[in-house]
């Protein structure tokens, strides 16, 4: 497979507090940013297989959008030991959204951690960290990845049906109504990766996927409970993008 290596802008973390806390706080009415030392995430509500999420930050993305619209490409199987190989972290612990792991070594250190209680904007949580870094770093991309706790309130979230369509989805109405959405229920664990531009890799820019130990999860799009909702994360920037199977061929639907 084709792989194609790319070194983010890195940040340091007390530098990331400065700037998502002003991001933020045009969003929710409740802020605190802050480098704090990663919580045990074997611990519930994270029950992680490894306690951090530090050490030579990386994010993989690999193959892409096109290898499942219009039509599934069902020969694109990845093997994520082989990709951890391919991304010079063996063993790495990997987390993250289907189409974008973010490998760390696991281990304890320092992490930026974002408190942000009741939305007053339109942007969820992601998309809001996202765009902030973009409009304050410009053409320097930065690429961050972590987990984060949905503490309080309900949420929009898609899953795939158990069969792929079998006519063409040449739209983003058409992706919408093959999928099925539903809204869920706190707390959700939230495993998010973003980059804040895209150095021209075709990249999906954010995706995040969710679970819970009440039975719920899938791909999270923003909270529907404004007034209640909390998020507690924990997030680390990249050192490196690693583009692996990039599609020849794109479009810009599917993507949300």
Same mark, same amino acid.
């Given at each position: 497979?084709?792989?194609?290596?790319?070194?983010?802008?890195?940040? $340091?973390?007390?530098?990331?507090?400065?700037?998502?806390?002003?991001?933020?706080?045009?969003?929710?009415?409740?802020?605190?940013? $802050?480098?704090?030392?990663?919580?045990?995430?074997?611990?519930?509500?994270?029950?992680?297989?490894?306690?951090?999420?530090?050490?030579?930050?990386?994010?993989?993305?690999?193959?892409?959008?096109?290898?499942?619209?219009?039509?599934?490409?069902?020969?694109?199987?990845?093997?994520?030991?082989?990709?951890?190989?391919?991304? +010079?972290?063996?063993?790495?612990?990997?987390?993250?959204?289907?189409?974008?792991?973010?490998?760390?070594?696991?281990?304890?250190?320092?992490?930026?951690?974002?408190?942000?209680?009741?939305?007053?904007?339109?942007?969820?949580?992601?998309?809001?960290?996202? +765009? !902030?870094?973009?409009?304050?770093?410009?053409?320097?991309?930065?690429?961050?990845?972590?987990?984060?706790?949905? +503490?309080?309130?309900?949420?929009?979230?898609?899953?795939?049906?158990?069969?792929?369509?079998?006519?063409?989805?040449?739209?983003?109405?058409?992706?919408?109504?093959?999928?099925?959405?539903?809204?869920?229920?706190?707390?959700?664990?939230?495993?998010?990766?973003?980059?804040?531009?895209?150095?021209?890799?075709?990249?999906?820019?954010?995706? !995040?996927?969710?679970? $819970?130990?009440?039975?719920?999860?899938?791909?999270?799009?923003?909270?529907?409970?404004?007034?209640?909702?909390?998020?507690?994360?924990?997030?680390?920037?990249?050192?490196?993008?690693?583009?692996?199977?990039?599609?020849?061929? !794109?479009?810009?639907?599917?993507?949300?």
């Amino acid at each position: 497979m084709a792989c194609a290596q790319y070194s983010f802008h890195v940040p $340091s973390l007390e530098e990331l507090v400065g700037v998502l806390q002003k991001g933020l706080k045009d969003n929710f009415a409740d802020v605190q940013v $802050s480098v704090v030392d990663c919580p045990d995430l074997t611990k519930e509500p994270f029950t992680f297989p490894v306690k951090g999420i530090c050490g030579k930050a990386r994010i993989a993305e690999v193959g892409g959008v096109p290898y499942l619209l219009p039509l599934v490409d069902k020969k694109r199987v990845y093997d994520l030991n082989k990709i951890a190989k391919e991304i +010079q972290l063996p063993g790495a612990f990997i987390l993250g959204a289907g189409a974008g792991p973010f490998q760390t070594l696991g281990f304890n250190s320092e992490v930026v951690e974002v408190k942000a209680r009741r939305r007053t904007g339109d942007l969820n949580f992601v998309t809001c960290m996202r +765009q !902030t870094l973009e409009k304050h770093y410009g053409d320097k991309p930065v690429g961050m990845g972590g987990t984060f706790v949905i +503490q309080k309130g309900k949420v929009k979230t898609h899953i795939m049906p158990a069969e792929f369509p079998t006519c063409p989805l040449n739209s983003d109405e058409e992706v919408n109504n093959w999928l099925r959405f539903y809204e869920m229920k706190a707390p959700l664990v939230c495993l998010p990766v973003f980059v804040s531009r895209d150095p021209g890799f075709d990249l999906r820019l954010e995706h !995040t996927h969710c679970f $819970s130990h009440h039975g719920e999860g899938g791909h999270y799009h923003y909270d529907t409970t404004p007034d209640t909702v909390e998020y507690l994360g924990y997030f680390l920037p990249a050192e490196l993008l690693y583009r692996i199977d990039q599609p020849k061929e !794109t479009h810009s639907f599917g993507r949300d």
